[in-house]
């Protein structure tokens, strides 16, 4: 990206009035991990571009989690950690330009880390369109959201 772009991009997101922007993640396992786990992600951006509401869940790690992440799609550096657990909600504040950017034009990723794959287990791009439901098996949508 230019530099110019960049900073357009800067001006239109600071003069501009939003609605909430609803973004999406699905995370699958990453090459050579070994997973056969998978989860899905709900993020929300607010009208006033200041916090993303988000609720991630997944299943079927091979080991316990050691982190979970936002991450920059440009350089891998952390924009954002995220509980520990597989059932994950809270609300990332003090956004900056450069996040509600890298958001909106789908430059950032979510990356669970686990005891075996220290780099990362399960990835997903995070999207503002929804993966199609038959995409995954219904047991296993049925699973990510079940409140046992």
């Known amino acids: ?14 003069v501009s009035a939003h609605a909430d922007e609803t973004y999406y993640a699905e995370l699958s396992p990453r090459p050579g991990s070994g997973s056969t786990g998978l989860g899905s992600a709900i993020l929300t951006l607010n009208g006033a571009l200041t916090e993303v509401t988000y609720d991630v869940k997944y299943v079927g790690l091979t ?10 799609a440009s350089d891998g550096n952390i924009a954002h950690v995220l509980p520990l657990g597989p059932n ?3 609300v990332w504040q003090g956004l900056g330009n450069v996040d509600v950017i890298s958001l909106q034009l789908g430059l950032l990723f979510i990356l669970v880390h686990t005891d075996n794959n220290p780099g990362g287990e399960l990835r997903g791009d995070i999207v503002d369109t929804p993966v199609p439901a038959e995409a995954h098996s219904w047991g296993a949508i049925k699973a990510l959201y079940a409140t046992d």
Do not use: P, Q, W
């Open 63 to 72: 080991s316990n989690e050691r982190a979970a992440h936002i991450h920059y």
């Open 1 to 14: 990206m230019t530099t110019r772009f960049i900073m357009l991009a800067m001006i239109l997101v600071a």
């Open 88 to 90: 994950k909600t809270g």
